[in-house]
T-cell receptor, first 111, second 112 residues
Framework: RKEVEQDPGPFNVPEGATVAFNCTYS??????FFWYRQDCRKEPKLLMS???SGNEDGRFTAQLNRASQYISLLIRDSKLSDSATYLC????????????FGTGTQLKVEL | EAQVTQNPRYLITVTGKKLTVTCSQN?????MSWYRQDPGLGLRQIYY???????DKGDVPEGYKVSRKEKRNFPLILESPSPNQTSLYFC???????????FGPGTRLTVT
């Protein structure tokens, strides 16, 4: 079983749609959780951190369920510019610089 | 401007010819890492460094070397590249207070 699992997609949605991505992680000792965005052939960039209480940044909402070891990202009113690959990232306890990346979910927003 | 730079951005080489990919950051970050990204496998950590002269293996270190003689630089060395090292490589850095990684623009390496 992979440490961090994501549905690879692609998710093809019309502009204005609401889309949700899920991610599961296997290490129950994981401490911190993030969503990164990666545009085609570019470097990943931090989209948002994920907190147990859930957090929102504009059209983006992230949720963490520790009991189920599950992370989600909801994008409302999707824009063409949201087209990218979304990477789920999990950080372990200690271990220096250990971040584990999911393989990513590809989103394509269409007119 | 805060950034991580890598050079070269694109490299085509032949099996066995030693190469170095440079990485430099201007944010005074302690932590630096190298990743490779392959289709279906995602980003995998090759090596990381927690500070000058402190390096450690990541998940896929075989065939790679690194050094950290200065805080800002973290070169990746392939002593004898092989075709299975054809990949997209990213250097990244972060500080000690949070986990946000800043990535370089990537180096696309092809080994024939």
């Amino acid at each position: 079983r992979k440490e961090v699992e994501q549905d690879p997609g692609p998710f093809n949605v019309p502009e204005g749609a609401t889309v949700a991505f899920n991610c599961t992680y296997s290490n129950s000792a994981s401490q911190s959780f993030f969503w990164y965005r990666q545009d085609c052939r570019k470097e990943p960039k931090l989209l948002m951190s994920v907190y147990s209480s859930g957090n929102e940044d504009g059209r983006f909402t992230a949720q963490l369920n520790r009991a189920s070891q599950y992370i989600s990202l909801l994008i409302r009113d999707s824009k063409l510019s949201d087209s990218a690959t979304y990477l789920c990232v999990v950080a372990g306890r200690g271990g220096g610089n250990k971040l584990t990346f999911g393989t990513g979910t590809q989103l394509k927003v269409e007119l | 401007e805060a950034q991580v730079t890598q050079n070269p951005r694109y490299l085509i080489t032949v099996t066995g010819k030693k190469l170095t990919v440079t990485c430099s950051q201007n944010m005074n970050h302690e932590y630096m890492s190298w990743y490779r990204q392959d289709p279906g496998l995602g980003l995998r950590q090759i090596y990381y460094s927690m500070n000058v002269e402190v390096t450690d293996k990541g998940d896929v270190p075989e065939g790679y070397k690194v050094s950290r003689k200065e805080k800002r630089n973290f070169p990746l060395i392939l002593e004898s590249p092989s075709p299975n090292q054809t990949s997209l490589y990213f250097c990244a850095s972060r500080g000690t207070t949070d986990y946000e990684q800043y990535f370089g623009p990537g180096t696309r390496l092809t080994v024939t």
